[in-house]
């Protein structure tokens, strides 16, 4: 089977062909699916993030030169506090990506709701197109 470029789609013969928006539908269709994956992908990472703030956040909880005292007491506290506060970075990362998971869900159910309007309207179209294009082949004979 030879696999035709997607613009070939738009170039059929056959005047009544449905193949160009056969092939729109399919984009549109795989481009969901893909969103899906892109915002499993983006909560898996949120996820790791989370995890790995609080693992931080409880790293910099736990004693630390405790036995110190002068510069090496005050490099080993500015040290677990550097870790407490990356582990709030990672804590805000992870917020932002579930906020982009929700904005892509948000962007997909708009784009789904809007295709199926197109959709909807252009199959009626092809219908009539159809019906059209047969009555004039009748007429012509």
Known sequence: ??????????????????????????????????????????????????EYAKSLLKLSKASLGSTESGSLKDVLTSLRNNVEKLSYLHQDLSQILLDQVDRVHAERDKFS???????????????????????TIAVRK
């Open 1 to 50: 089977m030879v696999v035709q470029k997607f613009s070939e789609n738009f170039w059929s013969p056959d005047f009544a062909s449905t193949v160009g928006f056969d092939a729109l539908v399919k984009k549109n269709k795989d481009g969901k699916t893909s969103s899906k994956e892109i915002e499993y992908f983006i909560k898996e990472r949120a996820k790791i993030e989370d």
């Open 113 to 135: 709701s809007q295709c199926k309007v197109v959709e909807e309207s252009v199959k009626r179209l092809q219908g009539i197109k159809k019906d059209l294009h047969k009555q």
